[in-house]
T-cell receptor, first 117, second 114 residues
Framework: AQKVTQAQTEISVVEKEDVTLDCVYETRDTTYYLFWYKQPPSGELVFLIRRNSFDEQNEISGRYSWNFQKSTSSFNFTITASQVVDSAVYFCALSEAGSGGYNKLIFGAGTRLAVHP | DAGVTQSPTHLIKTRGQHVTLRCSPISGHKSVSWYQQVLGQGPQFIFQYYEKEERGRGNFPDRFSARQFPNYSSELNVNALLLGDSALYLC?????????????FGSGTQLSVL
């Protein structure tokens, strides 16, 4: 079965520390897409990144970077020099296609990140 | 451009009642999906609609139903509410349907069932 595991429930860091959020996934599909979303207290899920299974290049966007390793089925997310505004719940998700032509996201349980001044 | 909008933002109901939640997608988006997020968990897929047709349904009882209107807005209906239906209900839109599609989420409707 398709599954996403985020083993870290909560992480607490001090501002300017680097932090890595882990994501491990399971899928039978050879082609798939992985996503990271951020959920601030307002509740809205904010898209951060999308990665397809054929592209194993790491990606960097400002202070954010993502490490995709197909061999270990992991898609980890690192925030460099964390800031208080990074405090949120972060979700890793796997996109699954359903019969009948639909797609759904399978989310992990999320990691709550608290960045303290 | 406006993002995905949901109404109401908060709702309190009692067991056995019925509730209707509303969602307006981003302009030009033809697909709307609904997710339920119980406190402390990740969102769970309920429905996906595309061009007014139900394309997929998650593992939810028949008390949950939805529809999509010609303007692509959508309603989620829940009958005979149970305490366990208390959750944040998120609506998401996307231009098309496909595993590559990035979903744009609204801020959700917080439903409390007493």
């Amino acid at each position: 079965a398709q599954k996403v595991t985020q083993a870290q429930t909560e992480i607490s860091v001090v501002e300017k520390e680097d932090v890595t959020l882990d994501c491990v996934y399971e899928t039978r599909d050879t082609t798939y897409y992985l996503f990271w979303y951020k959920q601030p207290p307002s509740g809205e899920l904010v898209f951060l990144i999308r990665r397809n299974s054929f592209d194993e290049q790491n990606e960097i966007s400002g202070r954010y970077s993502w490490n995709f390793q197909k061999s270990t089925s992991s898609f980890n997310f690192t925030i460099t020099a964390s800031q208080v505004v990074d405090s949120a719940v972060y979700f890793c998700a796997l996109s699954e296609a359903g019969s009948g032509g639909y797609n759904k996201l399978i989310f992990g349980a999320g990691t709550r990140l608290a960045v303290h001044p | 451009d406006a993002g995905v909008t949901q109404s109401p933002t908060h709702l309190i109901k009692t067991r056995g009642q019925h509730v209707t939640l509303r969602c307006s997608p981003i302009s030009g988006h033809k697909s709307v999906s609904w997710y339920q997020q119980v406190l402390g968990q990740g969102p769970q897929f309920i429905f996906q609609y595309y061009e007014k047709e139900e394309r997929g349904r998650g593992n939810f009882p028949d008390r949950f139903s939805a529809r999509q209107f010609p303007n692509y807005s959508s309603e989620l209906n829940v009958n005979a509410l149970l305490l366990g239906d208390s959750a944040l209900y998120l609506c998401a839109s996307s231009p098309l349907v496909g595993v590559w599609e990035k979903l744009f989420f609204g801020s959700g409707t917080q439903l409390s069932v007493l």
